[in-house]
């Protein structure tokens, strides 16, 4: 018994000071960045863009793994499964906290699995639908959505992602309850949504204010009491007297528990750089998306923003009684 005890904390000294050796000349191979989402969404646009700007000050490569599904849980177990070395890493938004209250048997906990690196972006979201849609404005969307909500389609990216958390706002605050068609990501669901498939969406702006401005799809509010800069004659919802529909997205990236310091601080000086960049933060502006300051793209910035997120809207979900499994 004793021997075992001593062998196995032996192996565990010895992968210790492996991990500590390995992080010296860190990075010395390229580094993977999990994307849990489907390609040609929000997701998939901020970490190409930080996966480039990162690699530029790391001088490594940085290769996007897009592992979409179960509102981007099976993506973010492979990250919390890999080795802590900071060759692995995760981009990830909201659904880190909310898949938590939404997933009975998550294969991992979004703090005791994970060291976070810090915070990327804030974005706003808005309310889009089919080009076809029987509304000219917000107005008559309102009153028509409240006549036939059973009858009307809403995309989202799964149970759990930010355009579901939003729908959900959505639902309550107008009390209807729509029939929703979850994808992998809002990328495919967008694409679903300007060939007509779909009805309406609340998703993030990076594709839908092109494809409203490319008048591919039409847009009725900005979420919340703000309007969006690229589109400035679209009202907030709260404009129309709708409350407590109010929600920003914010990416961060996090390695897995156990990622040496030695590793850690170079991965947070790098994330520090690329949101202080200019061509980064011009890029993110012209999707509708801020970079946050160099001093929120830090490990206890992206902590508490994850403590807050998990204690607000994980009550929501509860309330609502939503649950994927
Ligand atoms: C995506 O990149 O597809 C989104 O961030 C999904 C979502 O959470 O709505």
């Not at 729509?178 to 994808?183: C, G, T």
């Not at 309406?200 to 490319?214: E, F």
């Amino acid at each position: 018994m004793i021997l075992k005890l001593l062998r196995n904390a032996l192996v565990g000294v010895t992968a210790m000071i492996g991990l500590q050796a390995m992080a010296q000349d860190f990075p010395s191979r390229p580094i993977t960045m999990v994307m849990p989402y489907a390609p040609g969404g929000p997701g998939d646009a901020i970490t190409r863009l930080f996966a480039g700007a990162m690699q530029k000050q790391l001088g490594q490569q940085i290769v996007v793994d897009n592992t979409a599904g179960a509102s981007g849980s099976i993506g973010t177990a492979k990250v919390a499964r890999a080795k802590a070395d900071g060759y692995t890493l995760l981009m990830i938004h909201v659904s880190h906290a909310t898949n938590t209250a939404m997933y009975k048997n998550l294969p991992y906990h979004p703090v005791d699995d994970f060291e976070p690196i810090g915070r990327a972006t804030i974005g706003p979201m808005l309310i889009v639908a089919r080009n076809d849609f029987p509304a000219k404005d917000l107005k008559e969307w309102l009153a028509y959505v409240k006549a036939n909500a059973p009858k009307i389609s809403l995309a989202h990216a799964g149970v759990g992602s930010a355009s579901h958390l939003c729908a959900l706002m959505m639902m309550n605050a107008l009390n209807v309850k729509f029939n929703e068609i979850p994808y992998k990501g809002t990328g495919p669901a967008l694409t679903d949504l300007m060939g007509g498939q779909v009805d309406l969406m609340c998703d993030q702006t990076s594709g839908t204010v092109p494809s409203v401005k490319a008048e591919k799809i039409k847009a009725y509010a900005a979420i919340g009491k703000t309007r969006l800069g690229g589109l400035p004659d679209l009202p907030a919802i709260a404009e129309a007297g709708v409350q407590g529909l109010d929600i920003t997205i914010s990416f961060g990236l996090y390695a897995p528990k156990g990622t040496p310091k030695a590793v850690m601080e170079p991965l947070t000086a790098a994330l520090q750089k690329s949101v202080a960049d200019p061509e980064v933060r011009q890029r993110l502006e012209a999707m509708g998306i801020t970079a946050v300051s160099p001093e929120m793209a830090r490990p206890e910035a992206l902590r508490a923003h994850l403590k807050y997120e998990m204690d607000s809207l994980n009550n929501l979900l509860l309330k609502a009684g939503v649950k994927a499994n």
